[in-house]
């Protein structure tokens, strides 16, 4: 298949899709009309709602990738993504809307220079535009513990944009709602993690690609606006369960080896604290997939030894951007601290 001519014709945009039929009537139409020559395709992980036939219908210009079954985010987006072959890829969710625009200054941001691997643009909530969104905000940060955070984002605390996060700079992780990604790097790193299934994925690829020598950037010339929990609310317990399994994981696999010991004792009493947490204000379901991710972690734990192998951890938290080298969960609970700003990070 050959790429339409026009200036982002090297560009892929992959849209992977599982029964998003809704998103794909709503948002698709504003991502043709703003490709700027890119390719855009729809992988279809399996969708038993109108997707595909929507897809053959109304939007015949689209290119349609069928995988045999609900693979997840990870596994979905590598097997798509190995049938491509354009120097860059946009991994972009379904209920994303772009603007006019978008797509430009970040391909102009990779092609500057080599170094930089992933880019993201400002995502704001589709809602309410005035704000950021919570998948990404304003580009994608740790603590020393790992857990993740924005600029423009703590936990679930949104800031309004103000265009105080308008710069473009380097970054610990671009979120895989809109990710611009340099196709030879991605090859490089065997992709998404595929023990994942969904969430965290994102972040544990922009730590191997540092830990290789890559950059991660994030550019606030470029805006999108994401619906969010279009496939998983954030207060459902597959959620809860994902996100602490893969965090624990990704923490373990990517630390470097001195700081590895004292990084996963603290984050294994934080995630009790949290379990606790839940388990006190009656959220039991939550509770349970907090045990289950621990549970799931520690039964894998050879697998996950070996990844960590293969993913050969060196860089240091104070050597990497977009690293807080205090506690996240100190700050915000204990510390009251509801803005990026009052973190003292520049």
Known sequence: ??????????????????NGARFLRRFLPGVLTHADGARV????????????????????L???????????FCEGYNQALAQVDSEFFVLLNSDVEVTLGWLRPLRALLEASPRIAAVQPKILAHADPTHFEYAGAGGGYLDRL??????GRLFDTLEKDQGQYDDPRPVAWASGACLLLRRTAWQAMGGFEPAYFAHMEEIDLCWRLQN?????????G????????????????????????????????NTAARELPGSVLQRLLLDGV????FLAGGEFANFWAVLRAHFSF???????????????????????????????????????KRKFSELGLK
Request: glycine share 10%; with cysteine; charged share 20%.
């Open 222 to 253: 470029s805006a999108v606006h994401h619906v969010g929990g279009g496939t998983l609310p954030k207060t459902n317990p597959r959620k809860t369960y994902l996100n602490f399994r893969n965090g624990l994981a990704m923490l373990y696999k």
């Open 212 to 220: 290789a020598g890559h950059e991660v950037w994030y550019h606030g």
């Open 274 to 277: 949290a379990g606790l947490r």
């Open 146 to 151: 790992a857990y993740p955070f924005c600029r």
């Open 62 to 72: 689209v290119e349609l990738l069928l995988l045999d079954s609900n693979l997840g």
């Open 298 to 336: 520690y039964g894998k734990f050879g697998y996950w030894r070996k990844q960590r192998r293969a993913a050969r951890p060196q860089l240091r938290a104070s050597q990497r951007a977009g690293v807080y080298n205090g506690s996240l969960v100190w700050a915000y609970f204990a510390g009251g």
């Open 41 to 60: 395709i729809v992988a279809d992980n399996a969708s038993t709602d109108e997707s595909v036939e929507l897809l053959a219908r109304d939007f015949p």
């Open 1 to 18: 298949m050959r790429a339409a001519a026009g200036v982002c014709a090297d560009v892929a945009i992959v849209i992977l899709n599982w």
